[in-house]
T-cell receptor, first 118, second 113 residues
Framework: DVKVTQSSRYLVKRTGEKVFLECVQD?????MFWYRQDPGLGLRLIYF???????EKGDIPEGYSVSREKKERFSLILESASTNQTSMYLC?????????????????FGSGTRLTVV | KQEVTQIPAALSVPEGENLVLNCSFT??????LQWFRQDPGKGLTSLLL?????REQTSGRLNASLDKSSGRSTLYIAASQPGDSATYLC????????????FGTGTQLKVEL
């Protein structure tokens, strides 16, 4: 019954590497999100996407990029990994709510990827 | 800017107690409010979703209420069990700002035998 799948539970990467975190959802959701979670800082939004090939910056986009080539898949890219990007990364999806259409449905989260950059 | 606060930040109770977790938000212009549970090192699991037009939602031993006008929600857990030990997060989905969630600070719950 898994609905949002993150490709890796744990990753260890070296400083300077290009890192790809993958997220796939099977609920036909328009919205997809990438968060990072750090102790004492809570969840912070990195990037989100309302539709295929569209993306918008969240609160902390620096050092990250994203790709959404298909509706079900949203990738987070660390262009050149640094130690301060060591964190728990969480992907989520939801329906798009607008003007009375689809006023139901919450967020569904994946199980997270613990990334360590050494 | 929407701000979401959860009180208390941490709570330790003996097994069997009924307990209440609190969530407050500053902007009442919301679509819905969602309560999540997070176990250590894991993702978020949705517990309850309350639409802005609703007053409460129930699932098993959990009951969540929403008072949008006062900017408050409570999560009531009946007959707590050690397996309820986790961090509980509330999040509001605002009507503007692109369907994004604003998360609360979380309540870390420990239920002891």
């Amino acid at each position: 019954d898994v609905k949002v799948t993150q490709s890796s539970r744990y990753l260890v990467k070296r400083t300077g590497e290009k890192v790809f975190l993958e997220c796939v959802q099977d609920m036909d959701h328009e919205n997809m999100f990438w968060y990072r979670q750090d102790p004492g800082l809570g969840l912070r939004l990195i990037y989100f996407s309302y539709d295929v090939k569209m993306k918008e910056k969240g609160d902390i986009p620096e050092g990250y990029s994203v790709s959404r080539e298909k509706k079900e898949r949203f990738s987070l890219i660390l262009e050149s990994a640094s130690t301060n990007q060591t964190s728990m990364y969480l992907c989520a999806s939801s329906f798009f709510l607008a003007g009375g259409r689809r006023k139901t449905g919450g967020y569904t989260f994946g199980s997270g990827t613990r990334l360590t950059v050494v | 800017k929407q701000e979401v606060t959860q009180i208390p930040a941490a709570l330790s109770v003996p097994e069997g107690e009924n307990l209440v977790l609190n969530c407050s938000f500053t902007d009442s212009a919301i679509y819905n409010l969602q309560w999540f549970r997070q176990d250590p090192g894991k993702g978020l699991t949705s517990l309850l979703l309350i639409q802005s037009s609703q007053r409460e939602q129930t699932s098993g031993r959990l009951n969540a209420s929403l008072d949008k006008s006062s900017g408050r929600s409570t999560l009531y857990i009946a007959a707590s069990q050690p397996g309820d030990s986790a961090t509980y997060l509330c999040a509001v989905r605002r009507t503007g700002g692109g369907n994004k969630l604003t998360f609360g600070t979380g309540t870390q719950l420990k239920v002891e035998l």
